[in-house]
C-alpha cells in the first residue's frame, strides 16, 4: 500500500464551487504539505503543518485552505474555486529535522472549467 | 525569499550519452535534495547533499554541492530511456522550514 494517498486522483469541476482534496499518510511522520505544479513553475508551496495544531501559509496560501484533522490526515479545500486554480496538486510528508526530506502521494489532478 | 534555478529547462539526449544538470541559487542552503518525477507521479528524492563540496554517487548519477552551499549538479553517465523524467532540485534553511523547489529540468533520453 502507498504511504501517501491523495483522493481525489482526478476531479473536474467548475467555478465558484466548493473543492476538498484529501491527503493521508501510514508513515507515522508529524510534518504534512500542500504543494501545486503548473507547466515551467515547479512545486508551490500553499500551506504546511508541522504537527496536528500548527498551519502556515506558505508561498501561494490566498483562494485555500487546510485543515490538519489528525496526524495522518490533511486537507486542502478550494472555497469557491476558479479556473487559474488548475493545476497538479500534491501532499507530501517529511519527518522532523534539518533536512526535511520530502515523501510525495501520487498527485490529484484539478480542472476548474 | 530563497529561489533555486535549473539549467537547461529541457534537455534531450540520445541514450548512452552523458549529461549534466545544473541547480543554482544566491542564497546558502544546509542542504539540497534531488527529486525525480515520472508522468503522472509524485517526485520521488533522489539524494540529500549537505556538505560544501560534497559527491554523492547513485549508480549512474553523481550529485555534487557546491562548495559554498550555493549550487549543485546531477551528472548522468550513459543514459538510459528509463533516466527520462522532470529532475527538480529543493534546498532547506538550516532549520528546515524554508523550503523551495527549482522549477526543474525535463530530461528525455532517446533510443
Known amino acids: 500500500d502507498a504511504d501517501v494517498t491523495q483522493t481525489p486522483r482526478n476531479r473536474i469541476t467548475k467555478t465558484g464551487k466548493r473543492i476538498m482534496l484529501e491527503c493521508s499518510q501510514t508513515?507515522?511522520?508529524?510534518?504534512m504539505y500542500w504543494y501545486r505544479q503548473d507547466p515551467g513553475l515547479g512545486l508551490r508551496l500553499i500551506y504546511y503543518s508541522f504537527d496536528v495544531k500548527d498551519i502556515n501559509k506558505g508561498e501561494i496560501s490566498d483562494g485555500y485552505s487546510v485543515s490538519r484533522q489528525a496526524q495522518a490526515k490533511f486537507s486542502l479545500s478550494l472555497e469557491s474555486a476558479i479556473p487559474n486554480q488548475t493545476a497538479l496538486y500534491f501532499c507530501a510528508t517529511s519527518v522532523r529535522g534539518r533536512y526535511n526530506e520530502q515523501f510525495f502521494g501520487p498527485g490529484t489532478r484539478l480542472t476548474v472549467l | 525569499t530563497q529561489l533555486l534555478e535549473q539549467s537547461p529547462q529541457f534537455l534531450s539526449i540520445q541514450e548512452g550519452e552523458n549529461l549534466t544538470v545544473y541547480c543554482n541559487s544566491s542564497s546558502v542552503f544546509s542542504s539540497l535534495q534531488w527529486y525525480r518525477q515520472e508522468p503522472g507521479e509524485g517526485p520521488v528524492l533522489l539524494v540529500t547533499?549537505?556538505?560544501?563540496?560534497e559527491v554523492k554517487k547513485l549508480k549512474r548519477l553523481t550529485f555534487q554541492f557546491g562548495d559554498a552551499r550555493k549550487d549543485s549538479s546531477l551528472h548522468i553517465t550513459a543514459a538510459q530511456t528509463g533516466d527520462t523524467g522532470l529532475y527538480l532540485c529543493?534546498?532547506?534553511?538550516?532549520?528546515?522550514?524554508?523550503?523551495?523547489f527549482g522549477p526543474g529540468t525535463r530530461l528525455s533520453v532517446l533510443p
Open positions: 508513515k507515522g511522520h508529524d510534518r
Open positions: 529543493a534546498g532547506a534553511d538550516n532549520y528546515g522550514q524554508n523550503f523551495v
Open positions: 547533499v549537505v556538505t560544501g563540496g
